[in-house]
């Protein structure tokens, strides 16, 4: 790939970021208008269990876009991935305001879960190539601009309510800032972005040595433990914050708490700073495993609080689960594996953003919305919070398995 200039990158990293922050609202949305969409698509408000089930496609969708959207980001070019997520993104948000059924929500939603793929699998490189140094810092920063929307949501939400008009609006604002931000990919810089005969000489590169690795009996991907614990840690880190992002208003509902959005407030805002310390950490020199280890058992202890039949606590508990769970954990697995393999950033970053966080969010948000079903609205939640206990903890037995990786690495580059 060739060495351009790094300068001029400035719009190039706000848009990134814008981009990440209206995909905070997008992957956000049903789940805070779960009680409306049930409306709109069944006729019965309490029927949440439908709102579940669409949910559930935006997992579905990016689990499905995993298998192409890496590829096309490495061998296409990042710029097309980036313009494809982002008028997805437009897609979903002006198709749920039309969809009149489940039927139709699930498409859109699906089309919610590719466009996510594609710009991770898109942006999230670019941001690596723009600051080579800082790669873990500038991949974790992606969460806190998601929190940033999430934390813009509900006073959205409110303004809307309190205008006395219909929920769509709200998706109508997020259609269009969409549109207007994709525009930007068109026209802004990317760091070392080659040229079409460039791009033709890099992928003969990589066919050669594929082929040479082949003839040596090596794999060409080669797949370590290390790796395979990224990928899942993958799934557990987006599941943990995700079910609990998905989930709490119920929760909070059985609790007695009659505005449980305001919960998302706090979620949000300590998500944001321990995204800012987590950065911070790093860059004095932290290992990211220790913070794949350590997080995961704070936040099922948090968890485990919730049970507790205290509304009161379960604010401090949304803050404790923004702060440790939702800090960019997923995206410091996916800075891990980029270093891992630096010549596929797409398709490895389609792997752990685009495979396992489609996994978790299809699979664990289907489960949710059975336990729901079957337990019923006040037992329903607790055993999501059990479930999501043991997702929790099981990443931070898999930071162990990456965090020795490291160290047999770090004793091989020693002893060379």
Known sequence: ??????????????????????????????????TELAMQWTGKAADVASAYYVIGAIGLGGLIAS?????????????????IGLFGFAIFAFGIIWSPNTTWGYIFAMICGIANSFMSASVIPVLIDSYPKSGSIVTMM?????????????????????????????????????????????????????????????????KAQREKNKAEGKASFPVSAEAIAIMLIGFTSFASFNLWANCYQELAKSYGIAQPQWLQQIYAVCSLLGVLFNSFIIKKGFHESYILI??????????????????QLLYVI????????????????????????????????????????????????????????????????RAIVIFNIVITLVGSLLAVIVRRGEKKREAETANK
């Open 318 to 381: 949304a803050g404790l689960i923004g702060f440790f769970a939702a800090s960019g954990l997923m995206q410091l697995a996916t800075a891990l594996m980029s270093y891992l393999y630096p010549d596929y950033k797409g398709t490895t970053t389609s792997l752990v953003s685009g495979l396992m966080v489609g996994l978790a969010s299809y699979g664990c948000t289907s489960i949710a919305g059975m336990m729901m079903s079957n337990f019923g609205a006040q037992e329903g939640p």
């Open 142 to 206: 992606t969460k806190f601009f998601v929190s940033v929307g999430q934390f813009l949501l509900p006073p959205i939400m409110a303004l809307v309510a309190s205008s006395n008009m219909s929920f769509h609006a709200t998706f109508w604002g997020l259609g269009i800032v969409t549109v207007i931000t994709g525009c930007f990919y068109f026209f802004v810089k990317f760091p070392n972005e080659p040229n079409a005969e460039e791009r033709k000489e890099w992928r003969e590169q990589q």
């Open 67 to 83: 298998i192409f959207t890496g590829p096309i980001s490495d061998f296409f070019g990042h710029r097309l991935a980036a313009i």
């Open 294 to 311: 350590i997080y995961p058992i704070i936040t099922a202890v948090s968890l485990g609080l919730s049970l507790i039949h205290n509304a």
């Open 1 to 34: 790939m060739s060495n351009s200039s790094k300068k001029g990158l400035g719009l190039t990293t706000f848009v990134n970021y814008l981009a990440f922050a209206l995909a905070g609202i997008d992957m956000s949305i049903l789940a805070q208008y779960k």
